[in-house]
């Protein structure tokens, strides 16, 4: 099955900074990988997501990059702001199971003023 | 719209004890997800739906659980017999395509 590995577990940047948070993923057929931004106490949120045939995709300060030869994934969040404060959940589907999303352990963003 | 809503929002109960938790999806949504979430841990897949057939539940961790969704919208999940390990956060999710929306999640707690 998928194994989707993310790094750092927490991460701390001053406001204005850029964050840039890594996940790995072991299945070479897996198309889909999106982004979640889950607040304290809050639902996991989509933020952004990419498939497998488009290298990069930005939404305003977010972007995802995307290696399918070296089969890892990337989020870059420009011009931090302190409401940027969260866990990151990187995920990817695997081939066998479509809809069976297979999260990273997170990644704890700390932006300070 | 109305998002995903799940009830109940927290639950309490002893041991042995059976708990049914609900999930109702997003309108028109065809494809329905369950997920444990763990406290700073990503959410964890037990099961999925689509429509009322359910095509996953390689997650679900042994036979005290299951799931249904008989109409194609809500779902419930079921644990019988609970155990103190059961305890934590469960999440549905619900999509049209691939993008899933999540829920608020049920919190369990098992004394």
């Known amino acids: 099955g998928e194994n989707v590995e993310q790094h750092p577990s927490t991460l701390s940047v001053q406001e204005g900074d850029s964050a840039v948070i890594k996940c790995t993923y072991s299945?070479?057929?897996?198309?889909?990988f999106p982004w979640y931004k889950q607040e304290l106490g809050k639902r996991p949120q989509l933020i952004i997501d990419i498939r497998s045939n488009v290298g990069e995709k930005k939404d305003q300060r977010i972007a995802v990059t995307l290696n399918k030869t070296a089969k890892h994934f990337s989020l870059h969040i420009t011009e931090t702001q302190p409401e940027d404060s969260a866990v990151y959940f990187c995920a990817a589907n695997p081939t066998d199971s479509w809809g069976k999303l297979q999260f990273g352990a997170g990644t704890q963003v700390v932006v300070t003023p | 719209g109305a998002g995903v809503s799940q009830s109940p929002r927290y639950k309490v109960t002893k041991r042995g004890q059976d708990v049914a938790l609900r999930c109702d999806p997003i309108s028109g949504h065809v494809s329905l997800y369950w997920y444990r979430q763990a406290l700073g841990q990503g959410p964890e897949f037990l099961t999925y739906f689509n429509y009322e057939a359910q095509q996953d539940k390689s997650g679900l961790p042994n036979d005290r659980f299951s799931a249904e969704r008989p109409e194609g919208s809500i779902s419930t999940l079921t644990i019988q017999r609970t155990e103190q390990r059961d305890s934590a956060m469960y999440r549905c999710a619900s999509s049209f395509q691939e993008t899933q929306y999540f829920g608020p999640g049920t919190r369990l707690l098992v004394l």
């Open positions: 299945d070479s057929a897996s198309n889909y």
